[in-house]
Antibody, heavy 117, light 109 residues
Framework: QVQLQESGPGLVNPSGTLSLTCAVSGDSISSGNWWSWVRQPPGKGLEWIGEIHHDAGTNYKPSLKSRVTISVDKSENQFSLTLSSVTAADTAMYYC??????????WGQGTTVTVSS | EIVLTQSPGTLSFSPGERATLSCRASQSVSSDYLAWYQQKPGQAPRLLIYGTSTRATGIPDRFSGSGSETDFTLTITRLEPEDFAVYYCQQYGNPPEYIFGQGTKLEIK
C-alpha cells in the first residue's frame, strides 16, 4: 500500500520561504511515476503546483514557476517543495501526491501551512 | 490555458436518487486526460474516475463517467449517504499541467 506523508513548518513569515517534504512508502521515488504537490486554500478548490520525475525533470504551474522548486531525494525516498516569497495567498492545505498516466492516484493526508507574522 | 467549469456549484439530492455532475472544458480535450475526484470534509481527494470512464480501484459501480471533447459527466446512481461530498474534474494539459474544475458540492436535500 502506497502512503505519502507531508511534513514541514505550519507557519511561515510573509516574504519567507515555505519548505515541505513528502516521505513515500510502498513505492520507489525512482519508479516511473511523477510526484506532485497540490494545494487547497481554506474553503476553496484544488490547485496543482508542480511535479517531478526522478529522471525526466519537473513541470510547474506557469503562474507559480518563478517561485517554486520541487526536488527529489532518492536516498530517503522522498521529495520536497520550496515556495519562495510567500504571501497570505499561499496559506493553504498542501498535499503531496503520486501521479500516473495523467491522473493523481495517491494523496497524502495534507499539511496546513499558514503565512502570517 | 484550458479552463474547466463545473456547474452548478451545489446540487441537492436525496439518498437513492441519481445525480449527474457536469464538467465543461473551454476547448476540446483528450478523453484520456479527464479524471474525477471526490473530497469529503477534512480528507484528501480520492480518485474516482480516469480516462473519462474508467473507475479507479475500489470505486463502486454506481459511479460512472462519460463524455468527449468539451463536455464530460460524472453520474452517481442510487446515491448513498457517503456520496455527499465535493467532486472535482481534472484535465492534464499541454504544456504539462493538472487543471482542476472549481468543484461541485453534492448535498443532501
Amino acid at each position: 500500500q502506497v502512503q505519502l506523508q507531508e511534513s514541514g513548518p505550519g507557519l511561515v513569515n510573509p516574504s519567507g520561504t515555505l519548505s515541505l517534504t513528502c516521505a513515500v512508502s510502498g513505492d520507489s521515488i525512482s519508479s516511473g511515476n511523477w510526484w506532485s504537490w497540490v494545494r487547497q486554500p481554506p474553503g476553496k478548490g484544488l490547485e496543482w503546483i508542480g511535479e517531478i520525475h526522478h529522471d525526466a525533470g519537473t513541470n510547474y504551474k506557469p503562474s507559480l514557476k518563478s517561485r517554486v522548486t520541487i526536488s527529489v531525494d532518492k536516498s530517503e525516498n522522498q521529495f520536497s517543495l520550496t515556495l519562495s516569497s510567500v504571501t497570505a495567498a499561499d496559506t493553504a492545505m498542501y498535499y503531496c501526491a503520486r501521479a500516473t498516466t495523467f491522473r493523481i492516484d495517491v494523496w497524502g493526508q495534507g499539511t496546513t501551512v499558514t503565512v502570517s507574522s | 490555458e484550458i479552463v474547466l467549469t463545473q456547474s452548478p456549484g451545489t446540487l441537492s439530492f436525496s439518498p437513492g436518487e441519481r445525480a449527474t455532475l457536469s464538467c465543461r472544458a473551454s476547448q476540446s480535450v483528450s478523453s484520456d486526460y479527464l479524471a474525477w475526484y471526490q473530497q469529503k470534509p477534512g480528507q484528501a481527494p480520492r480518485l474516482l474516475i480516469y480516462g473519462t470512464s474508467t473507475r479507479a480501484t475500489g470505486i463502486p459501480d454506481r459511479f460512472s463517467g462519460s463524455g468527449s471533447e468539451t463536455d464530460f459527466t460524472l453520474t452517481i446512481t442510487r446515491l448513498e449517504p457517503e456520496d455527499f461530498a465535493v467532486y472535482y474534474c481534472q484535465q492534464y494539459g499541454n504544456p504539462p499541467e493538472y487543471i482542476f474544475g472549481q468543484g461541485t458540492k453534492l448535498e443532501i436535500k
